[in-house]
């Protein structure tokens, strides 16, 4: 039977604690009640073990899918009229994983202790971002909890569409890419070698490019290990590059650069930009906090450098559209959108609407890249095979027309 070890206050108020056997959490707490105890926590001695949640010994894993349906689920169960601890306390019961039954344990036993939500969040920083965790001290302090738990679970939604149109719409050419590859380095290790074998016992000479593509071929099969150790090492040193501030930097900057790709990237990044700071905006959270927010989701550095710079600006009493248009990453309908709320006092739903202008935009470049790209991959793969089959061809020609003389 499993062991709880548990802390407690008595009807006289003393703090107890100790362990205790029983099957499961629920009747180590009715337990606890018969006893006449008030629980304040009650872990698993296996949990005690390995570590609490959001801790370096926590075993498990809690995605952004998992946050999402946990911020809809305790907003669904608040608005039903539900105090915020029994909520948790049915979360607990009600998810088939552990890693985020122990989350929910962790936040109940928080709230039971006197602690507010936000800063029971706040303890598993690998869970709940910063953006996450100030809304809910917003709501909190504004006394609307579920109203911004629903508003924070809509724009989770949002926004996890967003990353999967953009992985949805790169994963078919990302397939055929690797399709292609398997196909050549199969044709290289395997195919050719036994074809150069059945030439070379002939004993007659092969064209030219039969010749070389058995070269490269034999170098393949000879020196694959150089292959693997200069794409390790490559691998290697952008890893290392990328983990200074200059390197993260110049390879933000280079990626912003790039034909295509940098038009995904920042009209990608000026939605989420947009959708973030309304939504934080529309919640309470004060105007250069809301920028620091965003600064710190944003995944460019550059991109996050140039709002740093517009938040400094902002401090001398500037508005927002000005101090982002005097850098060099926002574009221009960005800020008149911006520039047009701000007159007219309709800040957040000028956000809204550079979010849905850009989500747009993105939606239409990545139709057009993956229509363009799809068949450009497909040819070049269907050229690099063509020409394989074609030298093993060319030889198969002059050996058989060898033979007719």
């Known amino acids: 039977m499993p062991t709880f070890q548990y802390k407690a206050k008595t009807r006289a108020g003393e703090m107890v604690s100790g362990s205790l056997a029983a099957g499961d959490r629920r009747a180590a707490l009715a337990e606890l009640g018969k006893l006449g105890f008030f629980p304040l926590a009650v872990d698993s001695a296996e949990t005690e073990r390995d570590g609490k ?21 305790l907003s669904s169960l608040l608005r039903s009229g539900m105090s915020l601890s029994k ?8 998810t088939q994983k552990k890693a985020l039954s122990a989350v929910f344990g962790d936040l109940r036993n928080g709230i039971v202790q006197g602690e507010s939500l936000s800063d029971s969040l706040a303890k598993h920083p690998k869970i709940f971002s910063r953006f996450f965790v100030n809304l809910i001290k917003a709501g909190e302090a504004s006394g609307a909890l579920d109203d911004v738990l629903l508003r924070l679970g809509k724009h989770q939604q949002q926004m996890a569409e967003v990353r999967e149109k953009v992985v949805g ?23 050719v070698p036994r074809f150069a074998m059945m030439f070379k016992e002939m004993g007659r000479t092969m064209p030219l490019p039969t010749r070389i593509l058995i070269g490269i071929s034999d170098a393949f099969v000879g020196y694959w290990w150089v292959g693997v150790l200069l794409i390790g090492g490559v691998v290697m040193a952008y890893r290392i590059r990328v983990r200074t501030p200059e390197g993260r930097l110049a390879l933000d900057g280079w990626k912003l650069r790039l034909p295509v790709f940098g038009g995904i990237i920042m009209a990608n990044a000026f939605a989420q930009f ?17 920028l620091q927010i965003v600064e710190d989701t944003m995944g ?20 927002l559209s000005q101090p982002l248009a005097k850098g060099k990453i926002f574009p221009p309908l960005l800020i008149d959108m911006l520039a047009v709320g701000e007159e007219s006092g309709e800040v957040v739903p000028s956000l809204t609407n550079i979010a849905d202008t850009y989500e747009s935009e993105l939606s239409r470049t990545l139709k057009v ?4 790209l799809e068949p450009a991959i497909i040819i070049f793969m269907a050229m690099v095979v063509g020409a394989i089959v074609l030298s093993v061809l060319m030889a198969v020609f002059d050996i058989t027309s060898g033979i007719g003389k």
Do not use: H
Not at 169 to 188: D, N, R
């Open 87 to 94: 909520a948790l306390d049915t979360l607990e019961r009600r």
């Open 169 to 191: 719409a790169l994963l078919y050419p990302l397939v055929i890419v690797c399709v292609g590859i398997l196909v050549i380095v199969f044709f290289m290790l395997v195919m």
């Open 300 to 319: 460019n550095r550059v991109i996050a450098n140039e709002l740093r710079e517009a938040r400094t600006r902002v401090t001398d009493g500037t508005s």
């Open 274 to 290: 947009a959708r973030t700071l309304a939504t934080l905006l529309e919640n309470g959270v004060p105007v250069l906090s809301a």
């Open 53 to 73: 949640p959001g801790a370096p010994g926590f075993k498990g894993r809690v995605k952004p899918r998992d946050v999402l349906m946990f911020t809809q689920q």
């Open 369 to 372: 890249f993956t229509t363009l």
